[in-house]
């Protein structure tokens, strides 16, 4: 059965290019994990959770997000929490690689008591996210396609090349990846060279789409995995990420 809760609003800051959007529910969602939230427009919205606490979570949103617009002690009917989220517990090297502009649902990762390595891939240093809500304890590899910060090329060239990213793989017992969904079959292929037979969820794959009802009754968030149509919202929305390689 799907939990609603009230939600209360309590802050929205700006951290740019982002706001920093801060509620009260009884029960946040875990990392990877989501809210469906009524903010008033045509569909719910998903929430992911940027930092999460005994008595509610934040969420990174950009410009003009309707959270954005909320007047302290605003009360917003959510669902959830909802979906699965990774599953990280007992993992003692945990390895995050992402997008820059998909960090904000991984953040909560980086808090575990894992020693944790963090690879951030923008196109340009101006890309790259502000680094100030990382952990110092966390080891960072920033790679920037014009070779403006970090390590030069792409994500994918890094893990295939004889560099850090791909021992970082290697180290890993459990790498948590939030990219753009069609580079998942590649970044699958990626982890199946540096392993060579990686455990079932040793890669984990964040795929965030449309997710109206959140149920698994609309079917618009239906994904392809080797094992069949699932739904990103109740099968998900962290995959296997071998299972997101089709063609494999
Ligand atoms: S959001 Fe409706 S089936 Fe997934």
């Known amino acids: 059965m799907i939990r609603e809760q009230v939600a209360v609003f309590r802050e929205a800051r700006p951290e740019p290019p982002l706001w920093w959007v801060r509620f009260e529910v009884s029960v946040p969602p875990a990392a990877g994990r989501f809210m469906l939230a009524d903010l008033a427009g045509p569909v719910r919205i998903p929430l992911f959770a940027a930092a999460i606490d005994p008595t509610g ?143 079932a969820d040793f890669a984990q794959a964040l795929i965030e789409v449309t997710m109206p009802c959140g149920a698994g009754a609309c079917e618009v968030c239906r994904i392809q995995t080797r094992s069949g149509e699932r739904r990103a919202c109740s099968d998900g929305p962290v995959f296997d990420l071998l299972e997101l390689d089709t063609d494999g």
Not at 116 to 140: D, F, G, W
Request: glycine share 6%; net charge positive; proline share 10%.
């Open 57 to 199: 979570f934040a969420i990174m949103a950009p410009p003009g997000h309707p959270a954005t617009h909320l007047l302290p002690g605003a009360r917003v009917a959510m669902l959830g929490p909802l979906g699965k989220g990774f599953r990280i517990e007992n993992q003692q090297r945990l390895l995050v690689i992402t997008e820059a502009g998909r960090l904000p649902p991984l953040l909560p990762l980086l808090t575990s008591t894992a020693t944790t390595t963090l690879v951030v891939e923008a196109a340009t240093r101006a890309r790259l996210p502000s680094l100030h809500r990382i952990p110092p304890t966390v080891e960072l590899h920033t790679i920037t396609h014009d070779g403006s910060a970090g390590h030069t090329g792409t994500l994918e060239q890094l893990l295939d090349a004889d560099s850090p990213v791909r021992e970082s793989l290697r180290w890993a017992d459990c790498a948590c990846f939030s990219c753009e969904p069609a580079r998942y079959p590649a970044l699958a292929r990626s982890v199946r060279r540096a392993r060579m037979h990686p455990s």
